[in-house]
């Protein structure tokens, strides 16, 4: 039987999605939910694949909706917006990337998972993602810079690659990094970034259940510019947490120093956990506002996703760093 847990975000039906969003989101419900009924195990949330797997360009989408996560609360976010406003460092410091980001060569595209595990890996995304449970989820995601999105996306969770992983007793966080190719990435040859992209999270964020790896997105293989073939989202932190276009996972005793904190020390730090009450230097946490109808609302704290995440900081001393 499925049961729709009301959350603490959710606002009544009418103010939801409207009916000219891209996403159906009755039918999603109504198609997960059957889906539900004919899958015993989709009901632990872990969602083997239905049907023959396939990659690129064929991937079968939609994947089973994870019931957590089917219900954001506020309208989708536009496939043509979500895909033409973009932040990749790597193809400009711009919103306009999305045509520059073409030239990323994605097939073939090796990862490699290293550092305190069982054995190092070294598989093609395509592999990587074939061997572990992918799924839906319609996710909030809220940038520093004040503006947010809502975005359907498909993927698998981090614990699951974290379990195939097979990390030693001894790791404490996993280290994710960006490929590095100047020859197609113009922002590779401005030196004075720290490239590549780096991010990392600790091993208890890292296997939370709301720690996302989409490789999909509008039911379709995730675009170049929203971080083709295999990107980070973690929809309780700021969006650049969000790493895209991951080239390796390292896990490790020693909190990685991120791309965003060694560019910019005074402005960002490893947490950024998104708190309304701890303005950044340049931008008020406060409200947000969503792309496509510009409206202006209320910034939650952990982006309203508290009830998954709060407990992960709740021993934690120094609380604002925990919002940088
Ligand atoms: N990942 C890489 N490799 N390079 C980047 O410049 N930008 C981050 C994050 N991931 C970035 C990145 C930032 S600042 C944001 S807000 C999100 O990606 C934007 O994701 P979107 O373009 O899909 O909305």
């Not at 910034?299 to 934690?316: C, H, I, K, P, S």
Request: glycine share 8%; hydrophobic share 40%.
């Amino acid at each position: 039987m499925v049961v729709h847990r009301r959350r603490g975000w959710e606002i009544a039906e009418r103010e939801a999605t409207p009916e000219a969003a891209f996403w159906n989101r009755r039918a999603v419900m109504a198609g997960g939910a059957a889906l539900l009924a004919a899958t015993p195990a989709l009901a632990q949330r872990v969602v083997p694949p239905v049907g023959p797997a396939q990659t690129g360009p064929t991937v079968a989408h939609p994947f089973p909706l994870n019931q957590a996560f089917v219900d954001p609360g506020r309208p989708l976010t536009g496939e043509d917006i979500a895909t033409t406003y973009n932040n990749f460092y790597e193809f400009g410091s711009h919103k306009q990337i999305s045509r520059a980001a073409q030239r990323l060569t994605i097939q073939p595209w090796e990862v490699v998972i290293d550092g305190m595990v069982e054995a190092p890996l070294k598989l093609d995304a395509a592999d990587l993602e074939r061997r572990l449970p992918r799924e839906e989820r319609v996710l909030r995601f809220r940038c520093v810079e004040a503006w947010a999105m809502t975005v359907p996306f498909s993927g698998y969770p981090l614990a699951a690659l974290v379990a195939l992983a097979k990390p030693t007793s001894g790791a404490k966080y996993v280290r994710m990094e960006t490929f590095q190719r100047p020859s197609e990435a113009p922002g590779h040859r401005q030196f004075w970034y720290p490239w590549p992209y780096v991010e990392g999270l600790t091993m208890a964020e890292a296997t939370n259940e709301l720690t996302f790896i989409a490789t999909g997105a509008y039911g379709k293989p995730i675009p170049r510019q929203m971080g083709a073939p295999l990107r980070l989202v973690t929809p309780w932190k700021y969006g650049f947490k969000s790493i895209k276009s991951i080239v390796k996972f390292t896990f490790t005793d020693q909190r990685p120093k991120t791309f965003w904190e060694v560019a910019g020390p005074t402005e960002y730090g490893f947490w950024a956990n998104v708190n309304p009450q701890v303005p950044h230097p340049r931008w008020s946490q406060a409200t947000e506002r969503l792309l496509g109808n510009d409206e202006r609302v209320p910034t939650r704290l952990f982006n309203g996703y508290g009830e998954w995440v709060a407990g992960l900081y709740q021993d934690m001393p120094s609380a604002e760093r925990l919002f940088m």
